[in-house]
């Protein structure tokens, strides 16, 4: 059980009114952990403890790949997803994503991309805003932008997140 975004204000729904996101900020269509970041809950007796809990970082585009790995079959085209089949199973070793990119096209463009702890977001792309950055492992509710205070940091994640944008492919399986 999962979601591939966080609660929506769509078709009169209040996220607020359940405090759907705790102190997380952002909501749907938002690049904020409150509009990425979701739980998931997965049981499979006899395979995944009961009651087991994992910190591993992942992405909804992981999903393809793990389900792909549990059924033994081939991905033909190269893909930005991780199996995340190792944590589920607590077997092995888990392959980590050396960052995570998003980007949505709409409201003048967002995207964002985490390194780590290290989080850098960019909103209204079409119009050349300013970058902002957060340390997640100090501020999961992103209230501090340390942009201005870490210009290097900004600098490299900025780098990363202007080589990751590619035109998307069609895949198959084999």
Same mark, same amino acid.
């Given at each position: 059980?999962? !979601?591939?975004?966080?609660?929506?204000? *769509?078709?009169? $729904?209040? %996220?607020? @009114?359940?405090?759907?996101?705790?102190?997380?900020? /952002? @909501?749907?269509?938002?690049?904020?952990?409150?509009?990425?970041?979701?739980?998931?809950?997965?049981? =499979?007796?006899?395979?995944? $403890?009961?009651?087991?809990?994992?910190?591993?970082?992942? $992405?909804?585009? +992981?999903?393809? %790949?793990? &389900?792909?790995?549990? #059924? +033994?079959?081939?991905?033909?085209?190269?893909?930005?997803?991780?199996?995340?089949?190792?944590?589920?199973?607590?077997?092995? !070793?888990?392959?980590?994503? !050396?960052?995570?990119?998003?980007?949505?096209?709409?409201? /003048?463009?967002?995207?964002?991309?985490?390194?780590? +702890? =290290?989080?850098? #977001?960019?909103?209204? #792309?079409?119009?050349?805003?300013? @970058?902002?950055?957060?340390?997640?492992?100090?501020?999961?509710?992103?209230?501090? +932008?340390? $942009?201005?205070?870490?210009?290097?940091?900004?600098? *490299?994640?900025?780098?990363?997140?202007?080589?990751?944008?590619?035109? !998307? *492919? #069609? &895949?198959?399986?084999?």
């Amino acid at each position: 059980f999962t !979601s591939d975004n966080g609660p929506h204000q *769509e078709g009169g $729904a209040d %996220p607020d @009114y359940f405090n759907s996101n705790g102190i997380l900020r /952002g @909501y749907k269509r938002d690049l904020y952990e409150g509009g990425i970041r979701v739980p998931m809950i997965a049981k =499979w007796k006899g395979k995944i $403890a009961q009651g087991s809990k994992t910190n591993h970082i992942s $992405a909804f585009w +992981d999903v393809l %790949p793990t &389900f792909a790995e549990l #059924v +033994d079959s081939k991905i033909s085209t190269k893909i930005d997803g991780v199996s995340f089949l190792p944590t589920l199973l607590d077997k092995g !070793s888990q392959k980590k994503h !050396s960052y995570l990119y998003w980007e949505f096209h709409e409201l /003048g463009g967002r995207q964002a991309i985490r390194q780590g +702890d =290290w989080k850098l #977001v960019k909103y209204n #792309v079409n119009k050349n805003s300013n @970058y902002q950055l957060y340390n997640l492992k100090n501020d999961i509710s992103e209230t501090n +932008d340390l $942009a201005s205070k870490m210009p290097e940091k900004v600098a *490299e994640l900025s780098l990363l997140l202007k080589s990751s944008r590619t035109e !998307s *492919e #069609v &895949f198959q399986f084999k």
